[in-house]
Structures are given as C-alpha cells and as structure tokens.
C-alpha cells in the first residue's frame, strides 16, 4: 500500500502500483472571494506524490463564480429547467434561482422539522416526470411519538408555490446526527435514500432495521419487485452515513460517498466511496478504515484524515472537457471540492484525487446543471464553519477561453 496524508484530510487507499495523488487548488474563484492558493508541497507527503503533483499540473481553462449569496445552510440544488434552480435550506424552508437571482422568499416552508446538529430539510428531487406532472421529492427529519424521524414526502411545484402533496415513506430511523437523508432518481427511475445508522451503529447489520442503510422505493413509496430482499426497501446496508450518490453514465455503476467514525464509533477518518452492489454488505460497525472481512465489500477509496464527503456527482457534459466523466463530492471537513478520477478498465481503481476548489469554506452538494456547468454550495453556516461575507453561497464552475 501507499499512503499520502495531508493535514487537511486526505488520506487516499488504493493498490501500488496505480496510486496518483493530487491534492491541488484552482486559478481564480470570482469576487468577492479571495483567489483559491495553490498546492503546497505538505511535508508528510510521500516523494512519489510530491513528484507526481509538480509534473501534471491542475487542469486549466475554467474558473469557479459565485451565483448566489445570502443562503443557509443550503442542502441540496435541484434544477427544474435551464434557468431555474430550487434549492433546500436545512432550516425548513425550499429557495429559488431563476436567472441568476434568488427569490427573497421561500416557495416552502416545512412547520415541522427538526433541524438540529446535522438532520432538518435536507435531500430534494425532481421527478423523472417532472415536465408533466410538476412532482418534487423531500427527505427531512421532524420529531415523532418515538424520537427524531426521516420521512419522504411527494410536493406539487405550482410555479410561485410549492405545496405539500403527501408523505410516501417513512418514519425512517435517525437522530440529530447520521441523518442522511440525500435523494436521488436512478437511471431506472427508482428513487433511492440514503439513510444514516442514526447514532446506532449495529443498526447498520439488523435487516429489520432500515437504519444505516441505502434504499431502493418506486416513486409512489411502494417496493419495487426486484429489490435484492424481497418486500424490503434495502439496497445496500452496512452505512454510517452515506449522504451523496450517483451513477456513471455509459455503466451504470452506482457509486456513493459515506462519513468515517468521528472518534466516539471509531478511529477517526476512514471516509469513503463506494462502489454500490444490489444486496451488498458494506461492513459497518464490522469494518472500517483499511480493516477487511468476508462478506463485507470494502470501499474502492478511503480517506483518513476525514474529509467528510457530503455528496456525490458524475460530470457528463463536454462544456468543462478538462473534467468530462470525473466525480466530485463536496468535503466539509476537508473544506474544498474534490475531484475524484476512476480507471477506464477498472470500476474500483481510483487513479488520481485532485482537490479544485479550496478557500470557500465547507461545501456541501454538487451537481451538474442543464448548461453543462458545475454548480455547489457551501456549509458555513452550519454551526461547523467559519461563515464568510455573503455566505452561504450557490457556486458555478465556468469555462475561460
């Protein structure tokens, strides 16, 4: 093995003989921000990594701009056409971008949740049917006769409103932290939630237990007939708290991002992304870190330091050649975006890790837009950051010709 620490969080696990590691930083991030600084050659780094990072300079021709400021805490971004982006506030509430401006006032307010420590109104979707029946998708906490709860409801975008429709499923486990909750449609038109082991660990293995696990409903919050447990939601299981997924396109590989133990569960670090299988045992409270065990599907990256990814995207479009079919994952521990290259022959192997955006501050999720362009947010506000002016922000990533 090789291991590359860097002492903002980066501790990368991959086979010798294909192991690149760049940590580096963009060229210039839009005023009011200050220029993203440049790589240093940290002294715990190994020479090879070192060497490898003065050779093959950060790709060039782009830049990262600010779209819109004044948010709090925003979770997920959502676009429901080219020129307008909805977005979730960890307080309740549901914003708006359209061309370029955010509405002063929210298109949703949610009276009943409870957003404390890392749990509120988090994950949002836009049905795959969106253009004609107006459906979005929330995942949030609020607190039940039994404690804190996640539950998805189904929403009617109306334009300059967005109501309640009703809720499809839930109560899920959670707690104040390892909520999880991110939401996403697969390419098979299923909707998937990440759930958190909700400060239970075991929960994770106990298949009657739908904490610390991924999950696989129809968009009406019925079972799909070919998920891996018959008459079970569950996907995969055997997550701390998985909070970004995504698919390659051309594969159809599903990948997810999850948070390492934090000291109290565990050594801290041991982040991960993971390759996703139907069925698949991802090993916590069992494993973790570089620790193995048959039965359990070990992650194709770790990082210790924690970076504490908080999402999870593939960028397809060709606008940002420099970055076509890389993944990203926002790091708010690790206080960046990072950029995450996968081998051509080898779904598991990670050939290079490169962090493009630097001096922001925390960032959560990040997608691509309709216009080719990279968009994600940042999490200063979140009562773990250092909020800057204007923050919390709606960032784009653009080309310079």
């Given at each position: 093995?090789?291991?590359?620490?860097?002492?903002?969080?980066?501790?990368?696990?991959?086979?010798?003989?294909?192991?690149?590691?760049?940590?580096?930083?963009?060229?210039?991030?839009?005023?009011?921000?200050?220029?993203?600084?440049?790589?240093?050659?940290?002294?715990?780094?190994?020479?090879?990594?070192?060497?490898?990072?003065?050779?093959s300079p950060l790709p060039t021709g782009w830049k990262a701009e600010s779209v819109?400021?004044?948010?709090?805490?925003?979770?997920?971004?959502?676009?429901?056409?080219?020129?307008?982006?909805?977005?979730?506030?960890?307080?309740?509430?549901?914003?708006?971008?359209?061309?370029?401006?955010?509405?002063?006032?929210?298109?949703?307010?949610?009276?009943?949740?409870?957003?404390?420590?890392?749990?509120?109104?988090?994950?949002?979707?836009?049905?795959?049917?969106?253009?004609?029946?107006?459906?979005?998708?929330?995942?949030?906490?609020?607190?039940?006769?039994?404690?804190?709860?996640?539950?998805?409801?189904?929403?009617?975008?109306?334009?300059?409103?967005?109501?309640?429709?009703?809720?499809?499923?839930?109560?899920?486990?959670?707690?104040?932290?390892?909520?999880?909750?991110?939401?996403?449609?697969?390419?098979?038109?299923?909707?998937?939630?990440?759930?958190?082991d909700a400060l239970a660990p075991s929960s994770?293995?106990?298949?009657?237990?739908?904490?610390?696990?991924?999950?696989?409903?129809?968009?009406?919050?019925?079972?799909?007939?070919?998920?891996?447990?018959?008459?079970?939601?569950?996907?995969?299981?055997?997550?701390?708290?998985?909070?970004?997924?995504?698919?390659?396109?051309?594969?159809?590989?599903?990948?997810?991002?999850?948070?390492?133990?934090?000291?109290?569960?565990?050594?801290?670090?041991?982040?991960?992304?993971?390759?996703?299988?139907?069925?698949?045992?991802?090993?916590?409270?069992?494993?973790?870190?570089?620790?193995?065990?048959?039965?359990?599907?070990?992650?194709?990256?770790?990082?210790?330091?924690?970076?504490?990814?908080?999402?999870?995207?593939?960028?397809?479009?060709?606008?940002?050649?420099?970055?076509?079919?890389?993944?990203?994952?926002?790091?708010?521990?690790?206080?960046?975006?990072?950029?995450?290259?996968?081998?051509?022959?080898?779904?598991?192997?990670?050939?290079?890790?490169?962090?493009?955006?630097?001096?922001?501050?925390?960032?959560?999720?990040?997608?691509?837009?309709?216009?080719?362009?990279?968009?994600?947010?940042?999490?200063?506000?979140?009562?773990?950051?250092?909020?800057?002016?204007?923050?919390?922000?709606?960032?784009?990533?653009?080309?310079?010709?």
């Amino acid at each position: 093995m090789i291991y590359v620490f860097d002492n903002e969080c980066m501790n990368i696990k991959t086979s010798s003989f294909a192991l690149l590691l760049f940590i580096s930083a963009c060229t210039v991030i839009a005023s009011p921000v200050a220029a993203i600084q440049p790589m240093e050659t940290l002294p715990t780094q190994t020479a090879l990594a070192a060497a490898a990072a003065t050779q093959s300079p950060l790709p060039t021709g782009w830049k990262a701009e600010s779209v819109a400021a004044g948010l709090t805490v925003p979770w997920s971004i959502v676009f429901t056409s080219n020129n307008r982006i909805l977005i979730t506030e960890r307080g309740g509430r549901i914003r708006e971008i359209v061309n370029g401006d955010l509405n002063p006032n929210p298109l949703l307010v949610f009276e009943d949740v409870s957003a404390k420590g890392e749990s509120g109104l988090l994950g949002l979707a836009a049905d795959p049917l969106y253009e004609d029946n107006k459906y979005l998708y929330a995942c949030y906490t609020f607190t039940s006769s039994s404690g804190a709860a996640n539950q998805v409801m189904r929403l009617k975008d109306e334009g300059t409103q967005i109501v309640l429709d009703t809720v499809i499923f839930g109560p899920l486990p959670s707690a104040n932290n390892h909520a999880g909750c991110r939401i996403r449609f697969g390419p098979d038109g299923k909707l998937y939630i990440t759930n958190g082991d909700a400060l239970a660990p075991s929960s994770a293995q106990d298949m009657n237990s739908l904490a610390g696990k991924i999950l696989r409903i129809n968009p009406d919050g019925s079972i799909p007939d070919d998920n891996p447990f018959r008459g079970s939601a569950v996907w995969s299981y055997g997550h701390r708290n998985p909070q970004g997924i995504d698919w390659q396109l051309g594969s159809g590989r599903m990948y997810s991002t999850e948070h390492g133990p934090s000291g109290f569960d565990g050594p801290g670090g041991g982040d991960e992304i993971n390759l996703i299988q139907a069925g698949g045992n991802y090993g916590w409270p069992l494993v973790s870190h570089d620790e193995t065990r048959a039965g359990t599907i070990a992650p194709i990256i770790q990082f210790t330091p924690a970076e504490a990814p908080a999402s999870l995207s593939f960028y397809t479009s060709d606008v940002l050649p420099m970055f076509t079919g890389r993944l990203f994952f926002g790091a708010l521990r690790g206080e960046g975006l990072v950029s995450v290259v996968l081998s051509n022959s080898n779904p598991s192997e990670v050939i290079l890790v490169e962090k493009i955006i630097r001096d922001v501050g925390r960032v959560r999720d990040v997608v691509q837009g309709p216009d080719g362009l990279i968009y994600f947010s940042t999490s200063n506000r979140d009562g773990r950051g250092r909020a800057r002016e204007g923050d919390d922000r709606i960032y784009r990533i653009v080309p310079v010709f």
